[in-house]
């Protein structure tokens, strides 16, 4: 069946440092992989997306990175701040379908 | 520009009782989702709606769940009875489809509404 799922549900990270959360997906129909953030008590927030045909795309502080070979996604955050503290859930749509499947989360805590 | 907007945002009720969401989406966003997100996990689609249509309802638990979106703007989730396990966060999103501009994976979400279940 199609899966969106995380290796580790918890990661703490010193403020300044690097962090990176990975994804695994089964799915290999998905066209899209999307990162989203959200913090407590509030709705998920898109953070960035990658196209199936791509393997790199980079934001502000953000890069995510995929590889279809291993069906892995993964969410690189550089010099991690406070305001990063959340939980993080990676998920895929299918360009025609519109449905966003989710996965289960990781929760990223900034260490001040 | 105004987000997702949802009410109420939080909501106790005894077992077996009635329960409604409200929605109002994104102006201008056709597509409106209503997800339900339990405690630890990610959010699961309910029903997507393009426009007034329900185009995908697979998940919705028909028996005691029901939807509606009227002129294709405002939304309503309605739950009776509740159950015990009905107890979660629903949250409802929306975005423009097809894709005109932004993220092809960009869904606006409300801050949901938690429902309690005694």
């Known amino acids: 069946g199609e899966s969106v799922g995380l290796h580790l549900p918890t990661l703490s990270v010193q403020e300044g440092d690097n962090s990176i959360i990975n994804c695994a997906y089964s799915n290999s129909a998905s066209d899209y992989f999307i990162w989203y953030k959200q913090e407590s008590g509030k709705g998920p927030q898109f953070i960035i997306d990658?196209?199936?045909?791509?393997d790199k795309r980079q934001g502000q502080r953000v890069t995510v990175l995929l590889n279809k070979t291993v069906k892995h996604l993964s969410l690189q955050i550089a010099a991690t701040q406070p305001g990063d503290s959340a939980v993080y859930f990676c998920a895929e749509r299918r360009l025609r379908g519109e449905k966003l499947t989710f996965g289960t989360g990781t929760r990223l805590t900034i260490i001040p | 520009e105004a987000g997702v907007v949802q009410s109420p945002r939080y909501k106790i009720i005894e077992k077996k009782q009635p329960v409604a969401f409200w929605c109002n989406p994104i102006s201008g966003h056709n597509t409106l989702y209503w997800y339900l997100q339990n405690l630890g996990q990610g959010p699961e689609l309910l029903i997507r709606y393009e426009n007034e249509e329900a185009v995908d309802d697979s998940q919705l638990p028909k028996d005691r769940f029901s939807a509606e979106r009227l002129k294709g703007v405002d939304s309503t989730l309605k739950i009776q009875p509740a159950e015990l396990g009905d107890s979660a966060v629903y949250l409802c999103a929306s975005s423009s489809y097809p894709v005109q501009g932004g993220a092809a994976g960009e869904l606006f979400f409300g801050e949901g509404s938690r429902l309690t279940v005694l």
């Open positions: 990658i196209r199936s045909n791509m």
